[in-house]
């Protein structure tokens, strides 16, 4: 068996000596190691990747984890910038959807364009926006692209001074975020501002209501007053002066 090494990492795989003869050829030393350093050089000093771990207690529902993430179960240690240890199960984006909803966090807390973007790419939500406008990751031309979907004829002039991507497919406006995240931004922030998302609003509804509310009826307690207590009774000669004059 040999193992392969690449400038990305090493011991990557092993290969068999019949498959390295098929597979590879022998090349001189020079030209391997200036082929080494131009793969060596295009590696960038920092790599940023997104993971989604799920730690804590893990064991009680480690068979609905199995259930709902199709390809294995991950372990992954880490250590936060501020020091901190984290052991947990890393969860497919695919699957993040559904781990709320089983355990009852479906509601989406997305507030901006950055975060709904991340939502939706990353974590396939559906963000609804006021007007029954929605934000979802959907498949065209053979890639995965996030759709805004208006639900009314002004709605869709509305979205197209967003900079958003419009065709027309079958007779059907589409509106489509562009694939540059800068742009992306722009346009989407321009749609919140006319239909902001729906569940802040039903949150901030939910406040007002709480805010303005009557009070409760446990917390409203009566208490017996002495009624003597409330009186004053005016001087002697007041009410001397008020009879007289009566």
């Known amino acids: 068996m040999f193992s392969i090494s690449r400038p990305a990492g090493y011991n990557l795989f092993y290969i068999k000596e019949s498959e390295l003869a098929s597979r590879y050829k022998i ?3 020079t030209k391997t190691r200036n082929w080494w350093k131009e793969e060596e050089s295009k590696i960038p000093p920092v790599e940023q990747k997104t993971v989604h771990l799920l730690s804590g207690a893990l064991l009680p529902v ?5 259930q709902l993430q199709q390809q294995g179960l991950n372990i992954v240690r880490t250590t936060t910038d501020n020091g901190v240890r984290l052991v947990g199960v890393n969860v497919s984006p695919d699957a993040i959807g559904e781990i709320r909803r089983t355990f009852g966090l479906w509601k989406n807390t ?12 990353e974590e396939n939500e559906n963000v609804e926006l006021l007007g ?4 979802r990751k959907t498949r065209f031309q053979g890639g995965r692209v ?4 208006p639900a009314s004829y002004d709605q869709i002039r509305e979205l197209r001074e967003t900079g958003l991507i419009n065709i027309i497919q079958n ?6 975020v562009s694939e540059e995240e800068g742009v ?8 919140l501002k006319m239909y902001p998302p729906l569940h802040l609003i039903e949150s ?15 917390q409203v307690r009566s208490e017996i007053v002495e009624l003597r207590a409330w009186l004053i009774e005016p001087p002697a000669e007041e009410v001397q002066r008020i009879t007289f004059a009566s």
Not at 204 to 218: C, F, G, H, M, T
């Open 110 to 121: 997305a507030a901006n364009a950055e975060e709904i973007l991340r939502s939706v790419k």
């Open 204 to 218: 901030d509804s939910a406040e007002d209501l709480l805010i303005n509310s009557p009070p409760d009826s446990e």
């Open 27 to 29: 090349v001189t030393k």
């Open 171 to 176: 007779s059907k406006q589409r509106f489509f």
């Open 62 to 66: 480690w068979k609905y984890l199995k």
């Open 146 to 149: 996030v759709e805004v979907c």
């Open 184 to 191: 992306a931004l722009i346009s989407l922030g321009k749609v």
């Open 132 to 135: 029954e406008i929605k934000i």
